[in-house]
T-cell receptor, first 113, second 112 residues
């Protein structure tokens, strides 16, 4: 069974802090994704990666960056956290980019105060 | 880009009744339509998907229908049970797209 592990379930950070959200998958998937989930807005794509060291912007990349140094690990970075980045962050992986199931982690709820 | 609209945002049914969730999409090139279920405290999980070369697909109590002409697709859950209570997301994409575009979600509550 595919396992996607997000390092923190809850995080509380202060405005202006640099924040790292970590995600690891154990199924050797090429593709990894970061989504943001907000009530009434569904899941919005922040960034994704289709190979090591490769990344592409999603629909809402502003204020975020990512790092993929190893195939199994995909990190989301908030360079300078702001209160409007308070949200649930979901990491996912998939075998192929679109036509295969996304396997999600259980999410990290980030609060920026 | 693709835009997916999902209705209703909340749905309450009695145990044993049917539930229907509807989605529309904007990009006629989209050809893959999955549905995800998110239980409390967990990430979404794929429950069923359909590709544009079929109009309907069933898996036990769950079915999905697709109308490509009207650009809408629906999730049907029959004989609902309390464990069906969750948030459901539809999504759409074509094979050339970068990633799935999700709808805004439907919170389904099944009353025992």
């Amino acid at each position: 069974d595919v396992k996607v592990t997000q390092s923190s379930r809850y995080l509380v950070k202060r405005t202006g802090e640099k924040v790292f959200l970590e995600c690891v998958q154990d199924m050797d998937h090429e593709n990894m994704f970061w989504y943001r989930q907000d009530p009434g807005l569904g899941l919005r794509l922040i960034y994704f990666s289709y190979d090591v060291k490769m990344k592409e912007k999603g629909d809402i990349p502003e204020g975020y960056s990512v790092s993929r140094e190893k195939k199994e690990r995909f990190s989301l970075i908030l360079e300078s956290a702001s209160t409007n980045q308070t949200s649930m962050y979901l990491c996912a992986s998939s075998l192929v980019r679109v036509n295969s199931p996304l396997h999600f982690g259980n999410g990290t709820r980030l609060t920026v105060t | 880009g693709e835009n997916v609209e999902q209705h209703p945002s909340t749905l309450s049914v009695q145990e044993g009744d049917s539930a229907v969730i509807k989605c529309t999409y904007s990009d006629s090139a989209s050809n893959y339509f999955p549905w995800y279920k998110q239980e409390l405290g967990k990430g979404p999980q794929l429950i069923i998907d359909i590709r544009s070369n079929v109009g309907e697909k069933k898996d036990q109590r769950i079915a999905v229908t697709l109308n490509k002409t009207a650009k809408h697709f629906s999730l049907h859950i029959t004989e609902t049970q309390p464990e069906d209570s969750a948030v459901y997301f539809c999504a759409a994409a074509d094979t050339g797209r970068r990633a799935l575009t999700f709808g805004s979600g439907t919170r389904l509550q099944v009353q025992p």
